[in-house]
Protein backbone atom coordinates (compact mmCIF):
# COMPACT_ATOMS: atom_id res chain seq x y z
CA UNK A 1 0.00 0.00 0.00
CA UNK A 2 0.99 3.60 -0.04
CA UNK A 3 3.18 4.99 2.54
CA UNK A 4 4.13 7.80 3.36
CA UNK A 5 6.86 9.21 5.89
CA UNK A 6 7.55 12.00 8.13
CA UNK A 7 11.39 12.83 9.69
CA UNK A 8 12.20 13.34 12.15
CA UNK A 9 9.33 11.82 14.12
CA UNK A 10 9.89 14.37 16.75
CA UNK A 11 12.13 17.22 17.76
CA UNK A 12 13.20 19.65 20.48
CA UNK A 13 14.40 22.91 19.90
CA UNK A 14 15.34 25.83 21.43
CA UNK A 15 12.97 29.17 20.97
CA UNK A 16 14.29 31.59 17.90
CA UNK A 17 15.74 28.52 15.98
CA UNK A 18 14.41 26.81 12.73
CA UNK A 19 13.51 23.85 11.94
CA UNK A 20 12.77 21.50 8.90
CA UNK A 21 10.57 18.33 8.62
CA UNK A 22 10.67 16.11 5.89
CA UNK A 23 7.04 14.52 4.23
CA UNK A 24 7.89 11.66 1.47
CA UNK A 25 5.90 9.34 -0.18
CA UNK A 26 8.00 6.16 -0.11
CA UNK A 27 5.94 3.99 -2.71
CA UNK A 28 4.39 6.47 -4.95
CA UNK A 29 4.38 10.02 -7.09
CA UNK A 30 2.20 12.59 -5.50
CA UNK A 31 1.59 15.52 -6.81
CA UNK A 32 -0.37 17.10 -4.17
CA UNK A 33 1.22 17.11 -0.42
CA UNK A 34 -0.88 18.51 2.19
CA UNK A 35 0.08 20.10 5.92
CA UNK A 36 -1.79 19.92 8.31
CA UNK A 37 -1.07 20.72 12.21
CA UNK A 38 -2.98 19.00 15.46
CA UNK A 39 -2.69 21.00 18.89
CA UNK A 40 -3.78 18.68 21.71
CA UNK A 41 -6.69 17.31 21.95
CA UNK A 42 -7.74 19.08 18.69
CA UNK A 43 -8.76 18.35 15.04
CA UNK A 44 -6.36 18.45 12.43
CA UNK A 45 -6.06 21.78 10.85
CA UNK A 46 -4.78 22.54 7.37
CA UNK A 47 -1.93 24.94 6.85
CA UNK A 48 -1.24 24.51 3.05
CA UNK A 49 -1.42 22.90 -0.07
CA UNK A 50 1.82 22.17 -1.79
CA UNK A 51 2.10 20.93 -5.50
CA UNK A 52 5.26 19.96 -6.78
CA UNK A 53 7.07 22.65 -8.62
CA UNK A 54 4.52 25.75 -7.64
CA UNK A 55 3.85 27.73 -4.79
CA UNK A 56 2.13 26.63 -1.62
CA UNK A 57 -1.31 27.65 -0.94
CA UNK A 58 -1.87 28.49 2.58
CA UNK A 59 -5.12 28.92 4.25
CA UNK A 60 -6.24 32.41 5.82
CA UNK A 61 -4.20 32.99 9.37
CA UNK A 62 -0.99 30.63 8.51
CA UNK A 63 1.79 33.20 8.11
CA UNK A 64 3.99 31.68 4.53
CA UNK A 65 6.84 33.30 5.68
CA UNK A 66 7.02 31.45 8.72
CA UNK A 67 5.79 28.13 7.64
CA UNK A 68 8.30 27.92 4.79
CA UNK A 69 6.84 24.84 1.93
CA UNK A 70 9.37 23.36 -0.30
CA UNK A 71 7.92 20.57 -2.83
CA UNK A 72 10.28 20.40 -5.43
CA UNK A 73 9.75 16.71 -6.43
CA UNK A 74 7.13 13.89 -6.88
CA UNK A 75 7.97 11.88 -3.80
CA UNK A 76 9.22 15.22 -1.31
CA UNK A 77 7.35 18.43 0.24
CA UNK A 78 9.62 20.12 3.49
CA UNK A 79 7.87 22.50 5.79
CA UNK A 80 10.61 24.87 7.99
CA UNK A 81 9.24 26.50 10.98
CA UNK A 82 11.37 29.54 10.97
CA UNK A 83 11.98 31.22 14.42
CA UNK A 84 9.74 28.71 16.49
CA UNK A 85 8.42 29.97 19.34
CA UNK A 86 6.81 27.57 22.31
CA UNK A 87 3.00 28.49 20.73
CA UNK A 88 4.43 27.02 17.38
CA UNK A 89 4.65 23.24 19.19
CA UNK A 90 2.26 21.10 18.17
CA UNK A 91 1.81 18.23 16.38
CA UNK A 92 2.35 18.39 12.36
CA UNK A 93 1.11 15.61 10.10
CA UNK A 94 1.21 15.64 6.24
CA UNK A 95 -0.46 13.48 3.70
CA UNK A 96 0.20 13.17 0.00
CA UNK A 97 -2.18 12.46 -2.60
CA UNK A 98 -2.32 10.23 -5.51
CA UNK A 99 -5.27 8.89 -7.88
CA UNK A 100 -7.94 10.16 -5.73
CA UNK A 101 -6.64 8.86 -2.59
CA UNK A 102 -5.09 10.94 0.36
CA UNK A 103 -2.60 8.78 2.77
CA UNK A 104 -1.20 10.72 5.93
CA UNK A 105 2.38 10.26 7.18
CA UNK A 106 3.07 9.69 10.97
CA UNK A 107 3.18 12.96 11.98
CA UNK A 108 6.29 14.96 13.52
CA UNK A 109 5.94 16.34 17.26
CA UNK A 110 7.15 19.88 17.59
CA UNK A 111 8.11 20.88 21.13
CA UNK A 112 9.77 24.45 21.24
CA UNK A 113 11.21 25.83 24.48
CA UNK B 1 -17.20 29.09 7.26
CA UNK B 2 -18.92 26.18 6.85
CA UNK B 3 -17.59 23.04 8.56
CA UNK B 4 -17.70 19.53 9.77
CA UNK B 5 -18.81 18.69 13.28
CA UNK B 6 -19.51 15.94 16.09
CA UNK B 7 -22.13 15.33 18.16
CA UNK B 8 -20.46 13.92 21.33
CA UNK B 9 -16.61 14.44 22.58
CA UNK B 10 -16.62 10.67 23.93
CA UNK B 11 -17.92 7.53 23.86
CA UNK B 12 -17.61 4.65 26.44
CA UNK B 13 -18.20 0.89 25.44
CA UNK B 14 -17.96 -2.51 26.36
CA UNK B 15 -16.00 -4.41 24.13
CA UNK B 16 -18.54 -6.87 22.25
CA UNK B 17 -21.15 -3.66 22.16
CA UNK B 18 -21.38 -1.81 19.04
CA UNK B 19 -20.56 1.69 18.66
CA UNK B 20 -21.72 4.48 16.92
CA UNK B 21 -20.01 7.98 16.22
CA UNK B 22 -21.79 10.78 14.41
CA UNK B 23 -21.09 13.52 12.35
CA UNK B 24 -22.82 16.70 10.96
CA UNK B 25 -21.63 18.78 8.38
CA UNK B 26 -22.92 21.70 6.84
CA UNK B 27 -21.37 22.13 3.54
CA UNK B 28 -24.19 21.07 1.55
CA UNK B 29 -22.84 20.61 -1.85
CA UNK B 30 -19.80 17.95 -0.21
CA UNK B 31 -19.63 15.29 -2.19
CA UNK B 32 -17.03 12.99 -0.43
CA UNK B 33 -16.65 11.76 2.91
CA UNK B 34 -14.30 9.79 5.29
CA UNK B 35 -13.72 8.53 8.67
CA UNK B 36 -10.34 7.87 10.07
CA UNK B 37 -8.94 6.71 13.62
CA UNK B 38 -6.32 8.52 15.15
CA UNK B 39 -4.05 6.76 17.67
CA UNK B 40 -2.41 8.44 20.02
CA UNK B 41 1.06 9.96 18.72
CA UNK B 42 0.52 9.00 14.99
CA UNK B 43 -1.12 10.15 12.13
CA UNK B 44 -4.71 9.45 10.92
CA UNK B 45 -6.16 5.64 9.73
CA UNK B 46 -8.03 6.06 6.64
CA UNK B 47 -11.41 3.84 7.60
CA UNK B 48 -13.89 3.97 5.61
CA UNK B 49 -15.22 6.57 2.50
CA UNK B 50 -18.41 7.39 1.18
CA UNK B 51 -19.50 9.53 -1.48
CA UNK B 52 -22.85 11.78 -1.55
CA UNK B 53 -24.30 9.71 -4.41
CA UNK B 54 -25.00 6.89 -1.46
CA UNK B 55 -26.32 6.43 1.93
CA UNK B 56 -24.59 3.47 2.96
CA UNK B 57 -21.44 1.80 2.56
CA UNK B 58 -20.53 -1.18 4.90
CA UNK B 59 -16.59 -3.08 5.13
CA UNK B 60 -14.83 -5.00 7.79
CA UNK B 61 -17.09 -4.36 11.07
CA UNK B 62 -17.55 -0.68 9.90
CA UNK B 63 -20.88 0.74 7.91
CA UNK B 64 -21.12 4.71 7.05
CA UNK B 65 -24.63 6.25 6.94
CA UNK B 66 -24.74 9.47 5.39
CA UNK B 67 -27.93 11.15 5.35
CA UNK B 68 -28.11 14.02 3.15
CA UNK B 69 -31.35 15.73 3.99
CA UNK B 70 -30.26 16.76 7.63
CA UNK B 71 -26.53 16.70 6.46
CA UNK B 72 -25.31 13.99 8.95
CA UNK B 73 -22.98 11.06 8.72
CA UNK B 74 -22.35 8.12 11.01
CA UNK B 75 -19.90 5.33 11.51
CA UNK B 76 -20.95 2.18 13.34
CA UNK B 77 -18.64 -0.53 14.64
CA UNK B 78 -19.65 -3.75 15.19
CA UNK B 79 -18.52 -5.86 18.25
CA UNK B 80 -16.30 -3.26 19.37
CA UNK B 81 -12.88 -4.61 20.70
CA UNK B 82 -9.92 -2.72 22.70
CA UNK B 83 -8.19 -2.18 20.05
CA UNK B 84 -10.78 0.07 18.46
CA UNK B 85 -9.74 2.58 21.28
CA UNK B 86 -8.76 5.65 19.79
CA UNK B 87 -10.22 8.83 18.58
CA UNK B 88 -12.22 9.02 15.08
CA UNK B 89 -12.54 11.82 13.21
CA UNK B 90 -15.29 12.51 9.73
CA UNK B 91 -13.79 14.92 7.10
CA UNK B 92 -15.29 15.86 3.68
CA UNK B 93 -13.19 16.90 0.95
CA UNK B 94 -13.32 20.39 -0.18
CA UNK B 95 -15.01 20.59 -4.01
CA UNK B 96 -12.03 22.08 -5.07
CA UNK B 97 -8.27 20.70 -4.01
CA UNK B 98 -9.11 17.86 -2.61
CA UNK B 99 -7.45 19.10 0.99
CA UNK B 100 -9.73 18.03 3.81
CA UNK B 101 -11.72 19.79 6.32
CA UNK B 102 -12.03 17.46 10.03
CA UNK B 103 -14.15 17.28 12.73
CA UNK B 104 -13.66 17.54 15.77
CA UNK B 105 -13.15 14.06 16.54
CA UNK B 106 -14.59 11.87 19.00
CA UNK B 107 -12.66 9.92 21.74
CA UNK B 108 -13.71 5.95 21.76
CA UNK B 109 -12.77 3.81 25.10
CA UNK B 110 -13.28 0.27 24.77
CA UNK B 111 -13.40 -1.38 28.11
CA UNK B 112 -13.52 -4.93 28.88
Redesign the interface.
Known amino acids: GAVVSQHPSWVICKSGTSVKIECRSLDFQATTMFWYRQFPKQSLMLMATSNEGSKATYEQGVEKDKFLINHASLTLSTLTVTSAHPEDSSFYICSARTSGSQFFGPGTRLTVL | GESVGLHLPTLSVQEGDNSIINCAYSNSASDYFIW?KQES??????IIDIRSNMDKRQGQRVTVLLNKTVKHLSLQIAATQPGDSAVY?CAEMRNS?????????TSLLVTP
Request: glycine share 30%.
Open positions: YGKGPQFFGYALNFGKG
